[in-house]
């Protein structure tokens, strides 16, 4: 099965398979059927309700999958050198469980830490699942060494950490990245054999598992599916140079709500969503989210916590008060600065010895006084990277000890690991200082667990030779900028790494600052790292990723895309599709008239088209409706008069609205049973609405400003109205500017008859009372007076200032202004959040429909 897996790696329709027999069954009960049929379904793949999955919908169940799973494996002797397993308690994925309600099952899937046999791999999944509720993936050993070591450590890591992959050695290798996709797959694959989709909730952790999302999306439309990244997101100048950044962005978007420790790591991904897939967030009471083919995915910013009572319980045993005590004997009458991290290129170990190097060289009174221990985790990774890091920190740390060392003293001491913990908080509790001097790393809980270890407990404090509950608690952080934790400890001292300088200084700091202040500094941190644990986390994850996931069943979906390009279409249960067979019959049988509304630019014309000035086609599609004289045909737009009236001044029959509807032409409407006709130098009505433009000499200047501060923005001026594009500027700071001129100018214009709008990629400032919806209502009322009243009206847009026209033609719908047997088509083109009830994917889909229609116009005398 497993080989399989590494064959036709992108083939994402083949999940359930007859021969897999590996994984116990879970589910007992037939699963909850969904309320939407198959049709729903337009590529015709097997829907939610349809999955041969058999599910228990007993019980709410939490699916949490991981790259290796919370359990420790060993072989006993005693039993026949059978494999035997526990609990990691140190494992953060098994401590998130306390946030859960009691009532959740909780599901492990992921990879054990060691190699099972294939004879074997049965017995220990139905081992592991009846005992630990634990479902293990089996990789082959060539997969996971590509998957892991290739490209999870030795590429993926160094990019999120900032380190091009300049050297052959570290540049981009499909075929590790196909081992990585196959490994992705697998997960899949075991996730399939025990998930009820209508029910459970999947929560998938880390970089490991970037593109599992569009796998499990590709299977179930409406999955429950939340992510959380525990690694940093890079800038999106450095994710850019990623070859495969478009399926990960997408695996990331498949999800219903992606988590960060940092507003820089959302930060960081919401411009590479805006710079490479086009895609603008909006955050609304709180919550951020993306529109992404109809369905909102979530931003969640929150640090993952530690668990208290893990940490408390370690501090209560023997084991960790005998060792205090040992180690207070070892560096009795020494100050003890506390290091630990793992062997890795990004931790900053020889940057922290070369401070503390400089430390000793600039007080030479704190020779002999002050000791730097630093606790080495072994490696996660293997390979010639981590044999350099080593020999360099071997060589700084020899080169300090050597120099200011001297019997019985160094300065710098090892202790390698793997440190069980409660030597580790034993460690914790006898430093006066904890150095994390990483330059770059996505979260690092030991300033966490050693504020906490410094609050002590009864055992420890006698350790200490701490009498008293009441006696004030200290301790003093020296944390990297860097890191992922750094935002959240207001009261550490905070050093840029790479300045040696600036990290001797604070080592200082930290051994010479006065007792009040250590002891304020560790309150500040202690209250914030007490409250805000483990299952804070959780539960804060869990909640909002139920509210992300509200909508799935309201809405229909179906799969668009091929591959890693997969994603889900959801729309809402009356938005659908606009076809000319719909529109046909009712077209057809109208007994008055009708009425068409056209935006151009996005609607007649692409967007990113270089001249705007309409086609051959659309003209003859134009007149190809305005010459059926039952029709009143009008284009709608926010482009200035002189240019509507160049471009389709061989549509003679064509009505036009210009600036939003502050110009109207012909003034009058057509007469249906004859048709009006207007020359090239016929007059625009105005609306009347606003005859002083004084405002205008307040706004252009701002708009002026920001056009010569934005570099390919420019300012368009009509007769009514002022207008700032930033399209072709960039993204990210086109965006912001926006935001800042909008505040601007509503600030200067407060007291002046005008409105300031945000559009797509626009800033604009209009007249009050100036709108398309104004415009709809116009015509309506006109052809009212006259007697005409549309039966049939269809209005196509594409930006928000056509949602005012479909407002104004659902409200003349239930006034109603419109005969109660009207038939109303409001379309808008793109599937995003509308008004209307109806949707166009494209122009050319704009300009076919509207062909349709003018090939089936009806002829009368």
Same mark, same amino acid.
């Given at each position: 099965m497993l080989s399989r897996s590494c064959f036709n790696l992108l083939n994402l329709d083949d999940y359930l398979r007859p021969d897999r027999t590996r994984i116990p069954r879970v589910m007992t009960v037939p699963g909850i059927i969904s309320d939407f049929d198959s049709n729903d379904f337009s590529n015709g793949e097997k829907t939610d309700s349809q999955s041969d999955v058999v599910s228990s919908a007993s019980q709410e169940r939490r699916i949490i999958v991981s790259n290796q799973l919370p359990v420790k494996a060993h072989r006993d002797a005693a039993v026949g050198s059978r494999w035997c397993f526990d609990w990691d308690k140190d494992a953060l994925y098994l401590q998130l469980k306390d946030g859960f309600p009691n009532e959740v099952e909780v599901i492990y899937i992921g990879c054990l830490k060691v190699d099972i046999d294939p004879s074997e791999q049965d017995d220990v999944s139905t081992l592991l699942f009846e005992k630990f509720r634990c479902v293990p993936t089996f990789l082959p050993p060539e997969v996971q060494n590509k998957y892991y070591h290739g490209f999870c450590k030795h590429y993926l890591w160094p990019l999120f950490h900032y380190m091009l992959p300049l050297t052959p050695g570290h540049r981009f290798d499909r075929e590790l990245w196909q081992a990585y996709v196959s490994a992705n797959k697998v997960f899949a694959d075991t996730i399939m054999e025990v998930i009820n989709p209508d029910e459970d909730y999947v929560w998938i952790h880390d970089y490991h598992l970037m593109v599992l999302p569009t796998f499990l999306r590709k299977r179930f439309n409406r999955i429950k599916l939340g992510f959380f990244l525990h690694n940093t997101f890079p800038s999106s100048e450095i994710y850019r140079?990623?070859?495969?950044?478009?399926?990960?962005?997408?695996?990331?978007?498949?999800?219903?709500?992606?988590?960060?420790?940092?507003?820089?790591y959302a930060r960081h991904f919401l411009s590479c969503c805006s710079r490479m897939l086009g895609l603008d967030y909006q955050s609304k009471r709180g919550y951020?989210? %993306?529109?992404?083919?109809?369905?909102?995915?979530?931003?969640?910013?929150?640090?993952?916590?530690?668990?208290?009572?893990?940490?408390?319980?370690?501090?209560?045993?023997s084991s960790t008060a005998k060792k205090v005590e040992e180690l207070r004997e070892k560096f009795k009458g020494k100050i003890v600065m506390l290091g630990v991290d793992d062997m890795d290129m990004f931790k900053g170990i020889s940057l922290k010895f070369l401070a503390m190097g400089n430390l000793l060289e600039e007080h030479v009174e704190l020779r002999g006084k002050v000791v730097l221990v630093q606790i080495m985790n072994p490696a996660r990774s293997r390979g010639k990277d981590i044999q350099e890091v080593q020999d360099e920190i071997d060589s700084?740390?020899?080169?300090?000890?050597?120099?200011?060392?001297g019997p019985g003293y160094e300065p710098i001491v090892f202790v390698h690991g793997p440190v069980p913990t409660h030597d580790k908080v034993a460690y914790y509790a006898i430093s006066e200082c904890v150095v994390v001097n990483a330059v770059r790393d996505g979260m690092n809980l030991v300033p966490y667990e050693y504020t906490v270890c410094r609050q002590g407990s009864p055992d420890l404090d006698k350790a200490l030779g701490i009498e008293g509950s009441d006696v004030p608690r200290k301790s003093v952080i020296i944390v990297s900028e860097f890191i992922g934790c750094s935002p959240s400890l207001s009261g550490a001292i905070r050093v840029n790494p790479w300045n040696i300088d600036a990290v001797s200084y604070a080592m200082d700091s930290a051994i010479t600052m006065p007792e009040s202040e250590k002891q304020l500094r560790h309150e500040k941190h202690y209250k914030y790292i007490s409250s805000h644990d483990v299952a804070y986390w959780t539960k804060s994850f869990d909640q909002d990723l139920e509210r992300a996931c509200r909508e799935h069943y309201r809405k229909r979906c179906w799969g668009i895309g091929f591959g890693l390009g997969f994603r889900v279409v959801?729309?809402?249960?009356?938005?659908?599709? %606009?076809?000319?067979?719909?529109?046909?019959?009712?077209?057809?049988?109208?007994?008055?008239?009708?009425?068409?509304? %056209?935006?151009?630019?996005g609607t007649m014309m692409p967007q990113g088209s270089v001249d705007k000035s309409p086609s051959e086609e659309v003209i003859k599609v134009l007149n190809g409706l305005c010459n059926d004289p039952q029709n009143v045909v009008f284009i709608v737009s926010g482009r200035g008069k002189d240019s509507l009236s160049k471009w389709f001044s061989p549509c003679e029959k064509l009505g036009l609205s210009a600036e939003h509807g502050?110009?109207?032409?012909?003034?009058? %409407?057509?007469?249906?049973?004859?048709?009006?006709?207007?020359?090239?130098?016929?007059?625009?009505?105005?609306?009347?609405?606003a005859k002083d433009f004084d405002w205008k000499k307040i706004a252009l200047p701002v708009m002026e400003h920001?056009?010569?501060?934005?570099?390919?923005?420019?300012?368009?001026?009509?007769?009514?109205?002022?207008?700032?594009?930033?399209q072709e500027a960039d993204p990210d700071f086109g965006m912001w500017q926006a935001k800042e001129l909008l505040d601007h100018l509503e600030s200067v214009l407060a007291n002046d008859p005008v409105v300031v709008k945000r559009g797509q990629h626009i800033v604009e400032v209009k007249p009050q009372g100036v709108s398309k919806g104004v415009v709809v209502e116009s015509l309506i009322e006109t052809m009212r007076a006259r007697g005409k009243l549309p039966d049939f009206v269809l209005c196509i847009g594409d930006d928000r200032s056509d949602e005012d026209m479909f407002e104004s033609i659902?409200?003349?719908?239930?006034?109603?202004?419109?005969?109660?047997?009207?038939?109303?088509?409001?379309?808008?083109?793109?599937?995003?959040?509308?008004?209307?009830?109806?949707?166009?994917?494209?122009?050319?889909?704009?300009?076919?429909?509207?062909?349709?229609?003018?090939?089936?116009?009806?002829?009368?005398?």
């Amino acid at each position: 099965m497993l080989s399989r897996s590494c064959f036709n790696l992108l083939n994402l329709d083949d999940y359930l398979r007859p021969d897999r027999t590996r994984i116990p069954r879970v589910m007992t009960v037939p699963g909850i059927i969904s309320d939407f049929d198959s049709n729903d379904f337009s590529n015709g793949e097997k829907t939610d309700s349809q999955s041969d999955v058999v599910s228990s919908a007993s019980q709410e169940r939490r699916i949490i999958v991981s790259n290796q799973l919370p359990v420790k494996a060993h072989r006993d002797a005693a039993v026949g050198s059978r494999w035997c397993f526990d609990w990691d308690k140190d494992a953060l994925y098994l401590q998130l469980k306390d946030g859960f309600p009691n009532e959740v099952e909780v599901i492990y899937i992921g990879c054990l830490k060691v190699d099972i046999d294939p004879s074997e791999q049965d017995d220990v999944s139905t081992l592991l699942f009846e005992k630990f509720r634990c479902v293990p993936t089996f990789l082959p050993p060539e997969v996971q060494n590509k998957y892991y070591h290739g490209f999870c450590k030795h590429y993926l890591w160094p990019l999120f950490h900032y380190m091009l992959p300049l050297t052959p050695g570290h540049r981009f290798d499909r075929e590790l990245w196909q081992a990585y996709v196959s490994a992705n797959k697998v997960f899949a694959d075991t996730i399939m054999e025990v998930i009820n989709p209508d029910e459970d909730y999947v929560w998938i952790h880390d970089y490991h598992l970037m593109v599992l999302p569009t796998f499990l999306r590709k299977r179930f439309n409406r999955i429950k599916l939340g992510f959380f990244l525990h690694n940093t997101f890079p800038s999106s100048e450095i994710y850019r140079t990623l070859p495969v950044r478009d399926e990960i962005l997408r695996g990331f978007l498949n999800c219903d709500l992606i988590g960060f420790h940092t507003f820089d790591y959302a930060r960081h991904f919401l411009s590479c969503c805006s710079r490479m897939l086009g895609l603008d967030y909006q955050s609304k009471r709180g919550y951020i989210g %993306l529109e992404y083919y109809g369905r909102t995915v979530s931003i969640k910013i929150l640090p993952v916590g530690i668990h208290m009572g893990s940490l408390e319980s370690v501090m209560s045993v023997s084991s960790t008060a005998k060792k205090v005590e040992e180690l207070r004997e070892k560096f009795k009458g020494k100050i003890v600065m506390l290091g630990v991290d793992d062997m890795d290129m990004f931790k900053g170990i020889s940057l922290k010895f070369l401070a503390m190097g400089n430390l000793l060289e600039e007080h030479v009174e704190l020779r002999g006084k002050v000791v730097l221990v630093q606790i080495m985790n072994p490696a996660r990774s293997r390979g010639k990277d981590i044999q350099e890091v080593q020999d360099e920190i071997d060589s700084v740390a020899n080169e300090v000890n050597l120099k200011y060392g001297g019997p019985g003293y160094e300065p710098i001491v090892f202790v390698h690991g793997p440190v069980p913990t409660h030597d580790k908080v034993a460690y914790y509790a006898i430093s006066e200082c904890v150095v994390v001097n990483a330059v770059r790393d996505g979260m690092n809980l030991v300033p966490y667990e050693y504020t906490v270890c410094r609050q002590g407990s009864p055992d420890l404090d006698k350790a200490l030779g701490i009498e008293g509950s009441d006696v004030p608690r200290k301790s003093v952080i020296i944390v990297s900028e860097f890191i992922g934790c750094s935002p959240s400890l207001s009261g550490a001292i905070r050093v840029n790494p790479w300045n040696i300088d600036a990290v001797s200084y604070a080592m200082d700091s930290a051994i010479t600052m006065p007792e009040s202040e250590k002891q304020l500094r560790h309150e500040k941190h202690y209250k914030y790292i007490s409250s805000h644990d483990v299952a804070y986390w959780t539960k804060s994850f869990d909640q909002d990723l139920e509210r992300a996931c509200r909508e799935h069943y309201r809405k229909r979906c179906w799969g668009i895309g091929f591959g890693l390009g997969f994603r889900v279409v959801a729309l809402g249960p009356n938005f659908r599709k %606009l076809a000319v067979e719909h529109i046909v019959s009712p077209y057809n049988k109208m007994k008055s008239s009708r009425l068409i509304l %056209l935006d151009y630019d996005g609607t007649m014309m692409p967007q990113g088209s270089v001249d705007k000035s309409p086609s051959e086609e659309v003209i003859k599609v134009l007149n190809g409706l305005c010459n059926d004289p039952q029709n009143v045909v009008f284009i709608v737009s926010g482009r200035g008069k002189d240019s509507l009236s160049k471009w389709f001044s061989p549509c003679e029959k064509l009505g036009l609205s210009a600036e939003h509807g502050f110009f109207t032409r012909p003034s009058d %409407l057509v007469g249906f049973r004859f048709h009006c006709r207007w020359r090239g130098d016929t007059a625009w009505e105005s609306c009347m609405l606003a005859k002083d433009f004084d405002w205008k000499k307040i706004a252009l200047p701002v708009m002026e400003h920001y056009a010569e501060a934005t570099d390919g923005s420019f300012i368009e001026q009509k007769e009514s109205a002022l207008v700032w594009h930033h399209q072709e500027a960039d993204p990210d700071f086109g965006m912001w500017q926006a935001k800042e001129l909008l505040d601007h100018l509503e600030s200067v214009l407060a007291n002046d008859p005008v409105v300031v709008k945000r559009g797509q990629h626009i800033v604009e400032v209009k007249p009050q009372g100036v709108s398309k919806g104004v415009v709809v209502e116009s015509l309506i009322e006109t052809m009212r007076a006259r007697g005409k009243l549309p039966d049939f009206v269809l209005c196509i847009g594409d930006d928000r200032s056509d949602e005012d026209m479909f407002e104004s033609i659902a409200r003349s719908v239930s006034n109603p202004s419109l005969p109660a047997t009207a038939e109303v088509f409001a379309c808008t083109v793109g599937q995003k959040p509308s008004m209307a009830k109806y949707y166009l994917d494209d122009t050319s889909e704009v300009i076919k429909m509207l062909q349709g229609l003018a090939a089936r116009s009806i002829w009368t005398a």
